[in-house]
């Protein structure tokens, strides 16, 4: 896989609290520079990187529900439908990780669809926090990922206690087969890194050092 292959798989993440003006025209840039695939930023951030980004092939990745999946799903579906008037080409949400340990999966699904549906057109990758959930609960998710109609399962936010791991991503794979892709973020920091998910089943890296990887990357 070339640089430029690998960067078209990157989503070029931002997601501090602290985050301001400079930094989210930075990653901008930088992102048309390296042919990123996308921006992952907050919410409040996709206007403006939309219109930064207009023209470049570079898409507008906002987070909703971020990072503990914990606002209810009407504030999910506003959030999306916000981001999406904004200029937002592709959706990333967090899934109401309590209630689907509570034992209330119908809820969870109710709650993707949802987004799902509010996103019509734009792909949403749903994240479920692999670090808090176990195999079935992980495999159970994806099933609902597919019956709502998500376009990804994605591991986790990297804001929680754990990121992604070879192991979570095969498990997706294999759960979702070829009908979803599959995102691994949260720790992703070298080309090495970057490969060992690519090759457990990841067609999509979120990460905040993507050039980094992109430099350590064969030409």
Sequence with gaps: MTRI???????HTL????????DIVALCDTAIECGFASVAVNPVWTAFCAQRLAGSGVGVDPTIGFPLGATTAHVKVEETREAIANGATEID???????LKSGYPQFVEKE????????GKIPVKVIMETCYLTGDEKAAVCEMCIRAGAAFVKTSTGFGSGGATVEDVRLLRQAV???????AAGGIRTYADACAMLDAGADRLGTSAGVQILAEAPE
Excluded: E, F
């Design 93 to 99: 949400m967090v899934i109401n990780i309590g209630a």
């Design 177 to 183: 087969g070829r009908k979803l892709g599959v995102k």
């Design 5 to 11: 292959q690998l960067a078209r798989l990157i989503d």
């Design 15 to 22: 997601l501090r609290a602290d985050a301001a003006r400079p």
């Design 112 to 119: 993707i669809a949802s987004v799902v549906h509010a996103a």
